[in-house]
């Protein structure tokens, strides 16, 4: 009986063993392939979809928006970051290259139209008369389609931002990960 015991130990252990050799084997293929995966080039399909939305939702409300701002190149992103820094203009973003959601395709900024198609950022504008801010009506419509806002972050507000991240870091992203990694 002990070593009928002893040879079922040795084979599960062999088996688990085994088991193991094939996961760890897979994740560092995985972890290979998220290396080699190249920046997005545009927006991602669902945030485009979402920002056609949000226009058109705008307008329902009687709110005319222009999106001033989709994907970023690491290139265009370092450019913004030197702005205000080592480069004319005022600060308009605190992250470099690599760092924003817009260089990822899961970001895009607004602002809002006058009657002559001049770009307005007045936050407290309301021109469909309603008595809310155009501003944080857009902001709103945006987070029903699922959008963060950067309006509601802590420290640096970023009013005209909306993004959505499907769960994933700047951190993640960088090493690869992209949104059809986690979704169902």
């Known amino acids: 009986m002990k070593q009928l015991k002893t040879a079922f130990s040795v084979l599960f252990l ?3 063993g085994g088991f193991s050799f094939i996961w760890i084997q897979r994740e560092m293929e995985f972890r290979e392939e998220l290396k080699q995966r190249p920046m997005p080039s545009g ?3 669902i945030i485009e979809e979402k920002r056609d939305e949000l226009v058109r939702l705008a ?3 009687g709110i005319d928006i222009i999106i001033t701002d989709g994907f970023r190149s690491r290139d265009e992103q370092d450019r913004l970051h030197a702005q205000g820094r080592s480069a004319p ?3 308009v973003t605190q992250v470099q290259g690599g760092g924003s959601y817009h260089n ?3 970001a895009i900024d607004f602002a809002l139209r006058d009657g002559n198609g001049g770009v307005v950022w007045d936050i407290e504008r309301d021109v469909n008369g309603n008595g809310e801010s155009d501003w944080f009506e857009v902001a709103a419509i945006g987070k029903e389609l699922g959008f963060s806002w950067g309006g509601d972050w802590r420290r640096f507000k970023d009013y005209p931002h909306l993004e959505m991240t499907f769960g994933l870091s700047i951190k993640e992203l960088q090493e690869g990960y ?3 990694d986690v979704m169902d």
Do not use: F
């Open 89 to 91: 203009g005022n600060v």
């Open 59 to 61: 307008s329902a409300a």
């Open 14 to 16: 062999l088996v688990l």
């Open 43 to 45: 927006l991602h399909p």
């Open 178 to 180: 992209r949104p059809e």
């Open 104 to 106: 990822y395709g899961l």
